[in-house]
């Protein structure tokens, strides 16, 4: 039998450590290359053959061209990044009201009408009820705002008004 048999106690904890070091800085560098090549196609204030340029100086060379890149375009990396962040989550935003809508805006008018007849249903009280209404001619409506309900909830402590019947 000269066969040489490994067990696990052949590779040191150091070895290990020094492997996983390895693979993470492996793994950051990527996410770091794909982050600059993301953000040369990203920025508008580049013309196309800058972004052709930093694009090839970037893949050619990639240690030298990403720091670089970083050290001369790195400032606004951030900028663009939540630049980019807001106007996503203003789209989000957009479609979610538009959704919401089912596609029609709700008028003042209708707005009016459902609070006079939550009204005469006993629903709200006229102090309610007026100060809905400057809310929805002031155009600050419940289609307007964002989170409001269609009435203005009754004051804090006391039990909602129900209609006696």
């Not at 009280?125 to 009754?154: D, H, I, N, Y």
């Amino acid at each position: 039998m000269s066969a040489q048999t490994y067990l696990a106690y052949d590779y040191p904890v150091l070895g290990f450590f020094w492997s996983m070091l390895v693979l993470f800085l492996w793994i950051m560098w990527f996410i770091l290359l794909f982050r600059v090549i993301v953000d040369i196609f990203r920025d508008d204030d580049l013309g196309g053959w800058a972004k052709a340029g930093w694009t090839i100086f970037v893949c050619v060379l990639p240690f030298l061209g990403v720091f670089v890149y970083l050290i001369a375009r790195g400032k606004g990396m951030g900028r663009r990044e939540l630049e980019q962040a807001r106007a996503q989550q203003r789209a989000v935003d957009d479609y979610i009201r538009e959704t919401a809508l089912g596609g029609a805006g709700v008028s003042k008018a209708d707005e009016l009408a459902k609070l006079a007849e939550m009204r005469s249903r006993g629903d709200i009280t006229e102090e309610e009820f007026g100060r809905a209404k400057a809310l929805v001619l002031a155009g600050q409506g419940p289609s307007e705002r964002t989170g409001a309900t269609a009435s203005t909830s009754a004051p804090t402590g006391s039990a909602p008004s129900t209609p006696a019947r």
